[in-house]
């Protein structure tokens, strides 16, 4: 390969180089997409608590700046995760 040629194999690897990083950034929103509907497909579950442990869920959920529902999803995927781990 001569000097004169240097550049323009330099600017084709570039080129080749930013079309290989534009189809995973567009694999990587595909993947996230799928991941943020499938979060939003969520199962509802009827459940039944005694009032003393509604209000101390309740009252901790306050604390950290949820709802009563995102603090027993909370509760449950901490407690999943931890099982996960043994």
Do not use: C, T
């Amino acid at each position: 390969m001569n000097l004169i040629n240097l550049p323009d194999e330099r600017e084709r690897r570039l080129k080749a180089r930013q079309e290989a990083l534009d189809a995973l950034e567009a694999d990587i929103q595909k993947k996230e997409k799928l991941l943020k509907e499938k979060e939003k497909a969520k199962k509802q579950v009827l459940l039944r608590l005694a009032p003393g442990l509604w209000e101390d869920i309740a009252a901790w959920a306050e604390e950290d700046f949820r709802s009563v529902n995102g603090q027993i999803e909370y509760l449950l995927s901490e407690s999943v995760k931890k099982h996960k781990r043994k």
